[in-house]
Each structure stands twice: as C-alpha cells, then as structure tokens.
C-alpha cells in the first residue's frame, strides 16, 4: 500500500504556471504507475496525466496535451505535475495517484489516491 500527499496548489492567473508535487510513501515507490486527475466544481473526476513506473512513458488528456508535463523522481519517492499556459477551465481540485496495473490501463480508474490540491485559475 501507498499513501499519498500533494501539494503545490494554490491561485494564479490565466496564462502562469504551476507545478503540483505528491509524495509517497513505502519502499515501492518505483513499482507504481504513477497520476494526476481533476474534479472541477459540479463535475466528474476526469484523467489529466500519467507516467509509467520507470517514467520512460507519458499519457496526457488532449484538453492538457502541450501545457502539462508529468515526472517522476524515484529516488525521492514523488511525482510532480508541471502545469503552464494555465487556464481558468483548468480550476479543479488536483489528485495524485497510484496503480500497480500498466499505465494503460491504470489511467482510467487507480487503486490510491490522495487527497487533493486546490487549483485556482483566475481570468
């Protein structure tokens, strides 16, 4: 098992940068398919980003296709979520999370999840 804690959000205008971090917990670090998802206010949890175990691998949803940049460093058990070119449909609620499973099939539901990081994106 994992746990996982975000952080890295907070406000900022349409146009600047963020960059979300998760760290995790246990020895296994490198043995998970790491993720970021988004529940924006009054809709579903959608996918945003995933990276595979070895972080060789990237999958990104199309709506954040050139502006976000996943990775992963293994020696420091986190990931991070490079967020640019931000916004305001990007405001969400941001969660860091963790499947054994191969990215692509991990990325469409994760057994560990955090608990979020609030993304405010004003116009």
């Known amino acids: 098992q994992v746990q996982l804690v975000e952080s890295g959000g907070g406000l900022v205008q349409a146009g600047g940068s963020l960059r979300l971090s998760c760290a995790a917990s246990?020895?296994?670090?490198?043995?998970?398919?790491m993720g970021w998802f988004r529940q924006a206010p009054g809709k579903e949890r959608e996918f945003v980003a995933a990276?595979?175990?070895?972080?060789?691998?990237?999958y990104y949803a199309d709506s954040v296709k050139g502006r976000f940049t996943i990775s992963r460093d293994n020696a420091k058990n986190t990931v991070y979520l490079q967020m640019n070119s931000l916004k305001p449909e990007d405001t969400a609620v941001y969660y860091c999370?963790?499947?054994?499973?191969?990215?692509?099939?991990?990325?469409?539901?994760?057994?560990?999840w955090g608990k979020g990081t609030l993304v405010t994106v004003s116009s």
């Open positions: 990276i595979s175990c070895s972080g060789g691998r990237t």
């Open positions: 246990g020895r296994t670090f490198s043995s998970y398919v």
């Open positions: 999370a963790a499947d054994t499973r191969p990215l692509m099939v991990a990325y469409n539901g994760m057994d560990y």
